[in-house]
């Protein structure tokens, strides 16, 4: 069955230090990965996608991702986090053979301290 | 554009009542899905279409109902609410089968 896992349930990081969040899944296809932004009380905004070619994608915000498949792993990453960034944030896997039924991860909750 | 609306925004439900979330989106995508989010558990699948008047279960399908009659419509159907139901529902929708989904606001939804 398919499966995303994210590890961190919470993470706090100072107002400009670098962040990763960590996502792993298990994928009987070749997938597809996403990365969503949900600030409370909103729906879910994309930050950035990876289909196929260069494994180090750029978002918005700042972000970036890399899918290292021997690793079944697509950790997100900023250089330099600002308290605005503080929000739930959601790895999702898709594949075409499943119809783009998306698989989310629980989410991690990023807060940041001044 | 508006993208995905949602309404209502939030509603209190009793025990066996029923209700219908509406969903309507106006990018003219083929592909539609409602999810249900529970604190802790990430976005589960209830139900989806790609395209009108095609329907097929996700992941928690047991107690909503859905319907496709337009392309922008895609509403979701309670019969007999539950408090397992309470929970934030938000409805995406997305043009082509692996392409980016587009979230509506959700509701929220309490059954007492």
């Known amino acids: 069955a398919q499966s995303v896992t994210q590890p961190d349930i919470h993470i706090t990081v100072s107002e400009g230090a670098s962040l990763e969040l960590r996502c792993n899944y298990s994928?009987?296809?070749?997938?597809?990965l996403f990365w969503y932004v949900q600030s409370p009380g909103q729906g879910l905004q994309l930050l950035l996608k990876?289909?196929?070619?260069?494994?180090l994608v750029q978002g918005i915000k700042g972000f970036e991702a890399e899918f290292k498949r021997s690793q079944s792993s697509f950790n997100l990453r900023k250089p330099s986090v600002h308290w605005s960034d503080a929000a739930e944030y959601f790895c999702?896997?898709?594949?075409?053979?499943?119809?783009?039924?998306?698989?989310f991860g629980a989410g991690t909750i990023l807060r940041v301290k001044s | 554009n508006a993208g995905v609306t949602q309404t209502p925004k939030f509603r209190i439900l009793k025990i066996g009542q029923s209700m219908t979330l509406q969903c309507t989106q106006d990018?003219?995508?083929?592909?539609m899905y409602w999810y249900r989010q529970d604190p802790g558990m990430g976005l589960k699948l209830i139900y989806y279409?790609?395209?009108?008047?095609?329907?097929d279960k996700g992941e928690v399908p047991n107690g909503y109902n859905v319907s496709r009659s337009t392309t922008e419509d895609f509403p979701l159907r309670l019969e007999l609410a539950a408090p397992s139901q309470t929970s934030v529902y938000f409805c995406?929708?997305?043009?082509?089968?692996?392409?980016?989904?587009?979230f509506g606001p959700g509701t929220r939804l309490t059954v007492l």
């Open positions: 995406a929708s997305t043009p082509d089968s692996t392409d980016t989904q587009y």
């Open positions: 994928y009987g296809a070749t997938p597809y």
């Open positions: 990876y289909f196929s070619g260069d494994t």
């Open positions: 999702a896997v898709g594949a075409r053979e499943y119809g783009n039924k998306l698989v």
């Open positions: 990018m003219n995508h083929n592909y």
């Open positions: 279409s790609v395209g009108a008047g095609i329907t």
